[in-house]
């Protein structure tokens, strides 16, 4: 058996660590294991299952967006005389 492997997180954000762990999670289930079978190709998923999939993707944690971008015309024009 071999040894788990450790990755020092120490002093990062707990939303940060969260997100490596749910990469870490998606990456077991995407490849195969040592010696394992591979993952089913989604054509050959059921529908509920793709439903599934799809909606977990969707829902899953994102990055911040970005603070408003005011890109009117007026603020990029604002104070330039006439």
Not at 16 to 39: K, Q, Y
């Amino acid at each position: 058996m071999t040894e788990p492997q450790t990755i020092d997180v120490t002093g990062l954000p707990a939303p940060v660590v969260a997100s490596l762990r749910h990469l870490v999670d998606g990456l077991r289930v995407a490849l195969p294991a040592a010696g394992g079978t591979p993952p089913v190709p989604p054509h050959q998923l059921s529908v509920e299952e793709r439903l599934r999939l799809f909606n977990e993707w969707v829902n899953a944690p994102r990055p911040p967006a970005p603070p408003f971008v005011d890109d009117s015309r007026e603020s990029i024009y604002e104070g330039r005389g006439e």
